[in-house]
């Protein structure tokens, strides 16, 4: 069992930044692969970026790639993303979720286990 709890979400204007963390405590195993995922009102679930712990090896969605960047801190197992240059369509529920793969994946049916989501709003 994993347990993920995303914290950092808030208000921002169009430009600005916020930085999200996600706390990964329980059966943890150095070959997982963490992602974040964001979900706007009304939309499907979609794809941000994900990271391995072993390799720190980054993917990202080509709407987020250049703005976004995500970390992990193994000691403390935390996976951070940095979220630069916000756009009002960045506004969603944004989640992580591990994955007991290395393989790169960006479908959300491909990762187990999930937070609880924290909410990011830009305005324009």
């Known amino acids: 069992q994993v347990q993920l709890v995303e914290s950092g979400g808030g208000f921002v204007q169009a430009g600005g930044s916020l930085r ?3 706390a990964v405590s329980g059966r943890t195993l ?3 692969t963490m992602g ?3 979900q706007a009102p009304g939309k499907e679930r979609e794809f941000v970026g994900a990271i391995r712990w072993d390799t720190g090896s980054t993917w990202y969605s080509d709407s987020v790639q250049g703005r976004f960047t995500i970390s992990r801190d193994n000691a403390k197992n935390t996976v951070a993303l940095q979220m630069n240059v916000l756009k009002p369509e960045d506004t969603a529920v944004y989640y992580c979720a591990t994955r007991a793969s290395v393989a790169f994946s960006s479908s959300r049916s491909d990762y187990k286990y999930w ?3 924290t909410q990011v709003t830009v305005s324009s």
């Open 30 to 32: 150095s070959w997982y």
């Open 115 to 117: 937070g609880q989501g």
């Open 36 to 38: 974040w995922f964001r």
């Open 20 to 22: 999200l963390s996600c």
